[in-house]
Nanobody, 119 residues
Framework: QVQLVESGGGLVQPGESLRLSCAAS????????TGWFRQSPGKQRELFAQ???????NYADSVQGRFTISRDNDKNTMYLQMNSLKPEDTAVYYC?????????????WGQGTQVTVAS
């Protein structure tokens, strides 16, 4: 059974850092397009950081320069390093692994981890 298990969320003050982890079982992360989404109360879940199978990264403007997505293939784990956190970064953060062809779609999600940025 495929599982994505997140860890590392918590309460921090503005300007501080956090690192989220997402460990996968029963799939190989490097075979998927992976990413981090977040959802704040009353808002849609949004993709803000993406890591393709060949290692290319994409970031939303809101996190560009502050967040870094990475992957350790040996540990089959994806990371999100978040620096210079702001109150508007407060959300539930989800990791995702996605792959598709014309005849199938594989779309896996972590359980979510709360990140709260407040003074």
């Amino acid at each position: 059974q495929v599982q994505l298990v997140e860890s590392g969320g918590g309460l921090v003050q503005p300007g501080e850092s956090l690192r989220l982890s997402c460990a996968a079982s029963a799939i190989t992360f490097s075979s998927y397009r992976t990413g981090w989404f977040r959802q704040s109360p009353g808002k849609q879940r949004e993709l803000f950081a993406q890591l393709t199978r060949d290692g290319a990264t994409n970031y939303a403007d809101s996190v560009q320069g502050r967040f870094t997505i990475s992957r350790d293939n040996d540990k089959n784990t994806m990371y999100l390093q978040m620096n210079s956190l702001k109150p508007e970064d407060t959300a539930v953060y989800y990791c995702n692994a996605y792959s598709s062809s014309w005849s199938w779609v594989y779309d896996y999600w972590g359980q979510g981890t709360q990140v709260t940025v407040a003074s």
